[in-house]
């Protein structure tokens, strides 16, 4: 019942312009709590006659109260309940509307960003270096969720922005990062759990982007050859390890007849540290892998690619298991 108190002299002291003047009004309760309110500025169409209310007045007020003009809240900051500071409740808000919105949390609206996915006509991905992936055609798919409307769409490449949303690649030496950006404007306000607007979280208008990639691989040989210096066509033929470092670990090699083992990759990742199997490491020299370099090598897409081929200097009459290169 204090509480109940609490809430009533809070309704009393919500300011107005043009409100009437209660004279001195008791208002007695439960354990004969009694609170007194002079010259408290109100704007109800019920006006308090009594000089003591029960709990029945009280609900009575409740259900058929209604303020005349507005009501503009001023309780310092913060909220009471789903009251906020600065909320104005419009003439013809009933009381009952009011003391319900204070004793009620508001739950503010969930406000969804918008998402974008970028896609492309050429699959994003890794390539063998210099591939030529021909006309880029670009698209791009918003989802405006609780966002505004889109006002703008703009493609990239590496950061350039495009005139349209394609371009062109002859030949692919360096990764490729394509991107769009999608201006939006800012989204409608959405009602809380009291069906009120409310704009806490709402979506301003802004920017969003997304982007992928082209990356360049490179091709690493593995393979055997009849004499100690494989040709390139012997290269060509061997088995491929896809990817960005000459690193290798596990590697079985199978041997027709007496054949050298090679393993060829791109120069520009360094020498070997070590070659080892199972049965210990191999020298590197001309006692174990030797060496030597193709500065002319054209991969399978015609790409110059120098590399770097060592050769075990043994000729192998079986398959050799378990080849670590570092």
Same mark, same amino acid.
Request: with cysteine; charged share 10%; net charge positive.
């Given at each position: 019942?204090?509480?109940?108190?609490?809430i009533?002299?809070?309704f009393?002291?919500?300011?107005t312009?043009?409100a009437q003047?209660?004279?001195?009004?008791?208002?007695?309760?439960?354990?004969?709590?009694?609170?007194?309110?002079?010259?408290?500025?109100v704007?109800t169409?019920v006006?308090?006659?009594k000089?003591?209310m029960?709990?029945?007045?009280l609900?009575?007020?409740?259900?058929?109260?209604?303020i005349?003009?507005?009501?503009t809240?001023n309780?310092g900051?913060?909220?009471?309940?789903?009251?906020?500071?600065?909320?104005?409740f419009?003439?013809?808000?009933s009381?009952?509307?009011i003391l319900?919105?204070?004793?009620?949390?508001?739950?503010?609206?969930?406000y969804?960003m918008?998402?974008v996915v970028?896609?492309?006509?050429?699959?994003?991905?890794?390539y063998?270096?210099g591939?030529?992936?021909?006309?880029i055609s670009l698209?791009?798919t918003?989802?405006q969720?609780?966002?505004?409307s889109?006002?703008?769409?703009?493609?990239y490449?590496n950061?350039?922005?495009?005139g349209?949303?394609?371009?062109?690649?002859?030949s692919?030496?360096?990764?490729?990062?394509v991107?769009?950006?999608?201006a939006?404007n800012?989204g409608?306000?959405?009602?809380?759990?009291l069906?009120?607007?409310?704009c806490?979280?709402?979506?301003?208008?802004?920017?969003i982007?997304?982007?992928?990639?082209?990356?360049?691989?490179?091709s690493?040989?593995i393979?055997?050859?009849?004499?100690?210096?494989?040709?390139?066509a012997?290269i060509?033929?061997?088995?491929?390890?896809?990817?960005?470092?000459?690193?290798?670990?596990?590697?079985?090699?199978s @041997?027709?007849g +007496?054949? #050298?083992i090679?393993?060829?990759?791109? /120069?520009?990742?360094g *020498?070997?540290?070590?070659v080892?199997?199972?049965?210990?490491?191999f020298?590197?020299d001309?006692n174990?892998?030797?060496l030597?370099?193709?500065?002319?090598f054209?991969n399978a897409v015609?790409y110059? @690619?120098?590399? +770097?081929v #060592?050769?075990?200097q043994?000729?192998q /009459?079986g398959?050799? *298991?378990?080849?670590?290169?570092q």
């Amino acid at each position: 019942m204090k509480k109940l108190s609490v809430i009533i002299s809070f309704f009393f002291f919500l300011h107005t312009t043009n409100a009437q003047i209660l004279d001195t009004t008791k208002i007695n309760v439960r354990q004969n709590l009694n609170y007194q309110f002079k010259g408290l500025r109100v704007d109800t169409a019920v006006m308090v006659g009594k000089e003591n209310m029960n709990e029945t007045d009280l609900v009575n007020i409740k259900k058929n109260g209604n303020i005349k003009t507005p009501i503009t809240v001023n309780i310092g900051g913060g909220n009471i309940g789903g009251i906020n500071d600065g909320q104005v409740f419009t003439a013809g808000t009933s009381i009952e509307t009011i003391l319900n919105a204070m004793l009620t949390k508001v739950i503010h609206p969930n406000y969804n960003m918008p998402t974008v996915v970028i896609s492309t006509n050429v699959p994003f991905g890794t390539y063998e270096i210099g591939t030529a992936l021909g006309t880029i055609s670009l698209s791009s798919t918003f989802t405006q969720n609780d966002a505004g409307s889109l006002t703008a769409t703009t493609y990239y490449n590496n950061g350039t922005a495009l005139g349209g949303n394609s371009f062109l690649i002859n030949s692919l030496t360096s990764t490729v990062t394509v991107s769009v950006n999608k201006a939006y404007n800012t989204g409608a306000c959405k009602l809380n759990n009291l069906n009120n607007t409310d704009c806490y979280g709402q979506i301003t208008a802004g920017n969003i982007s997304a982007a992928n990639n082209y990356y360049i691989g490179y091709s690493y040989y593995i393979g055997t050859c009849a004499a100690p210096t494989p040709t390139d066509a012997e290269i060509k033929a061997a088995v491929v390890a896809f990817g960005s470092s000459k690193n290798k670990s596990n590697v079985n090699v199978s @041997v027709s007849g +007496n054949q #050298y083992i090679f393993y060829a990759y791109p /120069s520009t990742q360094g *020498n070997l540290t070590r070659v080892y199997n199972t049965l210990g490491d191999f020298t590197l020299d001309t006692n174990g892998w030797l060496l030597t370099t193709r500065a002319g090598f054209n991969n399978a897409v015609g790409y110059n @690619v120098p590399l +770097n081929v #060592y050769v075990l200097q043994s000729p192998q /009459s079986g398959n050799v *298991n378990g080849l670590n290169f570092q």
